[in-house]
């Protein structure tokens, strides 16, 4: 099986930020989208716009961090580092009096699970490209920003596609890394839950992945939404490990900001 740092560096690969910098073992992301009025970027997602605690950085971490923020402050976003919970590099950062995102919308505290390819349901199409709709349902609008496009479209990937009384119902996203399937932007429109749509989607990743050699399948899912976690126990997942997001202080933040 995989280590805890393998399948979080499994996950980054699957989720490509636009602008990737290495710090030793850590990796400065950003993926922002800038209009002419903008004074900072628009980050999309945490993951993409956060430096991944892995490993050595090559430094003591309070200066680690130091330069998370200059990087941070270079590309206008702000700074905030991904950490495993209850690492010893997590305890550094905390030490270093850095605090928990409690404030970052879709959850700070994520729990990263593991589990078997689902299979079956062959009418759900798993497609090369994204639709209007798949966009709209797994973003928010039917044409994605550079930076959603981005993240969203690298590496293999490949976009599940539920339509029912000519609208995008369901909609996820597949990718392979390695032996690996990586499944994210799962959604189904509330009018059209509880009718097996989700359990149809997982399927059909797994059908997809496995017919390109991945042996199993990992997700993130905030630790909140208890729905989605009885969703995957349902399926075979377990929890492997958390991450958390963290932050400096204000006074430290707004020297960089």
Known sequence: MWTTEKLELLCAEAWPAVIEDELGGWRLRAAYDMTPEDVRGRP?????????AIG????P???ALEAVCEFAHTHGIPPMVQAIEGSETERAIEAAGWLPNVAHASGHRVSVLVGPLSTGDPEVPILAEPTPGWWELAVGS??????????????ETGFGIVEMDGVTAGAVRAAIVEDVLVVA??????????????????AACGRWAAGRGAAACVLQVDVRNAPALALYQSLGF????????????????????
């Open 185 to 202: 932007r799962l959604a189904v429109r509330p009018e059209y839950r509880r009718r097996g749509l989700a359990k149809a989607l997982m």
């Open 56 to 59: 050595d950085p090559g430094l």
């Open 142 to 155: 039917p044409a994605p920003t550079p930076a959603q496009r981005h993240v969203l479209t690298g590496g």
């Open 238 to 257: 377990r929890g492997d490990h958390r991450y958390r997001y963290w932050v400096p202080p204000s006074p430290w933040k707004d020297r960089f900001l």
């Open 61 to 63: 971490v309070p200066q």
């Open 44 to 52: 999309f997602t945490g993951r993409a716009n956060s430096a991944l």
